[in-house]
């Protein structure tokens, strides 16, 4: 059939892939909000968000609710919140963060991928200094939304400015880390829709590569995103 219908298999082969990588990263998300705060969506406001997270990944409902069943039950075993962080090649750094039940495992799977990617792990606060953690979130932008008036309102909650995410038709709303639950609280109750809801780290300042540096970066990144412990990556590489 050609190299154009390999190419598009090929592509849509690495989608089906991320998306199986996404339910298995909200699946555990579900699983650790279950067990730190029950498994009522009305009272748990971090489950809550991660539902909205689901609901905008297209994880099927029934997917969702299993997962929370799953989780309320004494045969689901913990996850432990774990963070590695190092140096990519070029000086590029990047913090880790995961989720697993079995450390040395995890541990082991990292250390080898910055090993064979010419990169390092480091210790504790190595390079997490150079990043800011934040409160995220993402609300539908209409004619009806002022976002002048709603950013001067979110600074009493926490707020820290508003973007305009043109490709998604959303404004994304950055808040400190320890305003999550304030931010949440003051867009359900003002009748925002929350279209994901997020804890991101945001550097601090970026790094600017060649080409071929880029590609050297990204060999390293690609390995760990494909781990099934890792949940998110964070990296100071500067992109277009």
């Not at 140096?87 to 990292?110: K, L, Q, S």
């Not at 929350?194 to 780290?201: L, S």
């Amino acid at each position: 059939m050609g190299r154009a219908f390999e190419y598009r298999k090929a592509r849509k082969m690495k989608r089906w892939g991320q998306m199986a990588k996404t339910f298995t990263r909200i699946g555990k998300d579900i699983v650790m909000a279950v067990k730190s705060g029950g498994p009522d969506p009305d009272t748990n406001g971090r489950l809550r968000a991660i539902i909205q997270n689901a609901k905008a990944a297209n994880m099927p409902k029934e997917n969702v609710e299993r997962a929370i069943k799953k989780a309320s039950s004494k045969e689901q075993e913990d996850y432990k919140e774990i963070t590695y962080e190092g140096y990519a090649p070029h000086g590029i750094a990047i913090v880790i963060e995961t989720a697993t039940d079995n450390h040395n495992r995890t541990v082991a799977n990292i250390r080898s991928y910055f090993s064979k990617c010419g990169g390092s792990l480091g210790t504790s606060g190595m390079t997490d200094f150079m990043f800011d953690r934040k409160s995220v979130f993402r609300i539908a932008a209409d004619d009806s939304v002022d976002t002048e008036e709603l950013e001067l309102e979110l600074i009493d909650v926490g707020g820290d400015e508003i973007e305009f995410d043109e490709e998604n038709g959303q404004l994304v709303i950055y808040g400190e880390f320890t305003a999550f639950g304030s931010i949440q609280k003051f867009l359900e109750g003002k009748g925002y829709e929350i279209k994901g809801a997020e804890f991101q780290r945001i550097p601090n300042d970026t790094k600017e590569l060649t080409e071929e540096q880029v590609a050297d970066v990204e060999k390293l990144l690609e390995k760990i995103e494909e781990d099934d412990d890792v949940q998110n990556v964070y990296h100071n590489m500067k992109e277009e």
